[in-house]
Every structure is written in structure tokens, then in C-alpha cells.
């Protein structure tokens, strides 16, 4: 013990709380558990071999950890968090965040802003949040729910499921499958894609969109077509088409699976 420290530095306007080890071999473990009032800006919080906590703090925070989870609950600004071997769950974060672990999954809730989240080895899950989200994970699923905004999502060896958001830019995985909703488009269009594995697509037929969509080794299915939909050209494999006056792409490719397309509202 004697070769621990914790030691509180007055800096400017600033307070720095840390602890000092010093010696070789020193195994000794120390947690925290600061409270600040309300008006305080908590600026960044560092650990190792250990998780941490935020509940209620405001402004922007940086929190890099190794070794253990992060959960932050109730902040006003952004977060960017960085750890490795840990859990990283959002709730209730205004200023949205930059989320970036391995070997774990990143859950989000009740985000107000955007979300860039990035994972190996673990799933990411989007749900009842504001703002466009940016989303790469491997061996893992990606899954997004209720989004007020458009995703991009891309993955290796996991499925991904996106419902009930403003649109999709980029839906992308392999060795798995895709469930999507397309309810707008953008600039750029939307692409879904995978590779050994099915897409289940589900579009509205109130967009002006150019439909094609490639189905190697696999068929295309019309399950419930929009109604005024014009088709160009109709293979097992293959499908071009227009919804309403046309415009922005819509583009869907799978090999080794299955292409099922839906009318949204009515799978």
C-alpha cells in the first residue's frame, strides 16, 4: 500500500484526481467513486483492468479503458469511448457517441445524436434512438431498431436486422443473412449485400426508386409487389425494375442464397 497514491491536483479550472504507483510488482487495485455537482464538466477518465460508470455528467467526455465495460446513463454531450474486452452500453446519451471495443458488444438506447460504433468479435445494437449511424462489427451481428435516421451497417459472419428507421444507405455482411426495411432514400441510394447467406427486403411503395437486384446461385421472389411497380426485366436470378417515377437506386445482391422481396406493411 505504501507504494500507492491517490493524488488530487488543482490545475487552473481544472482538477485532476489520479493514482500514482510506484515501484515494480505493486499489486494493489483502486475504484473510484466521484461525485460532481451538476454544473461540472467531467472531461476525460481513464482505467485499466477495470470498468467505469457515468451517470448524469454533463458535456463532452472521453473514456478510454482496457479490460472492462463502459456504461454511461443520462449524459448531455457526447461520448467517445474506447476500451478492449469490454461491454459498452449507452442510455440516454444527447450528444450520441464514438463507441470502439473488441471482443464485446456495444449497446445503444435513447441516443439523441449520431452513433459510429465499431466492434470485433461482439454484436451492436441500435434501438428507440435519433440521428444516423455508422456501424462495423465482425463476428457479430448488427441490429437496429426504431432509428430516427439512416444506417450504415457492414459486418463479417453475423446477420443484420434493421426496422423501422428513416432509410439504409449500406446494409453489408457474409456467411450470414439480411432483413431490411427500406421506408426512404437518399443521395446514393441504398445497397444490400451479402454473400453466402438470404435477403428478406422490405420496401415501401411510396418511394421513387430504380430497383435491380442479383441472387448467384439463389432465386428472387415478388412476395407482395407495390402495386404500379413497372418490371424491365424478371429472371430466377435476376430482377430490374421502377417504383413510382424511378430516380435513386435501390440495390440488392446475394450468391449462395435467396432474395424475398416484400411490400412494407404488408410481411
Do not use: C
Amino acid at each position: 500500500m505504501e507504494k500507492v497514491e491517490v493524488q488530487v491536483t488543482s490545475r487552473n479550472d481544472n482538477i485532476v484526481i489520479e493514482t500514482i504507483v510506484t515501484g515494480k510488482n505493486v499489486k494493489v487495485s483502486v475504484d473510484y467513486e466521484i461525485k460532481v455537482p451538476n454544473s461540472s464538466m467531467l472531461g476525460t477518465v481513464r482505467t485499466s483492468n477495470g470498468k467505469v460508470e457515468l451517470q448524469k455528467v454533463t458535456g463532452n467526455v472521453t473514456v478510454a479503458a482496457s479490460n472492462g465495460g463502459i456504461y454511461a446513463e443520462d449524459l448531455s454531450g457526447l461520448l467517445t469511448a474506447t476500451t478492449s474486452n469490454g461491454r459498452i452500453e449507452l442510455n440516454r446519451v444527447s450528444g450520441g457517441g464514438v463507441l470502439t471495443t473488441s471482443s464485446a458488444g456495444i449497446a445503444v438506447k435513447n441516443s439523441g445524436d449520431s452513433i459510429t460504433a465499431t466492434t470485433t468479435n461482439g454484436k451492436i445494437e441500435i434501438e428507440d434512438s435519433k440521428g444516423d449511424v455508422v456501424l462495423n462489427a465482425s463476428n457479430g451481428g448488427i441490429y437496429v431498431k426504431k432509428l430516427d435516421g439512416y444506417v450504415t451497417a457492414k459486418t463479417s459472419n453475423g446477420p443484420i436486422d434493421i426496422s423501422d428507421a428513416t432509410g439504409i444507405l449500406i446494409a453489408e455482411t457474409s456467411n450470414q443473412s439480411i432483413k431490411a426495411e427500406i421506408a426512404n432514400i437518399k443521395a446514393g441510394g441504398t445497397t444490400v449485400k451479402t454473400t453466402n447467406g438470404s435477403i428478406e427486403l422490405y420496401v415501401s411503395p411510396a418511394l421513387d426508386a430504380d430497383i435491380e437486384m442479383k441472387a448467384t446461385s439463389g432465386q428472387i421472389s415478388i412476395i407482395s409487389a407495390p402495386s404500379g411497380m413497372e418490371i424491365i426485366k424478371s429472371e430466377s436470378n435476376y430482377f430490374q425494375g421502377v417504383l413510382g417515377s424511378g430516380g435513386l437506386d435501390i440495390y440488392v445482391e446475394t450468391s449462395n442464397g435467396n432474395i424475398d422481396f416484400y411490400k412494407l406493411g404488408a410481411g
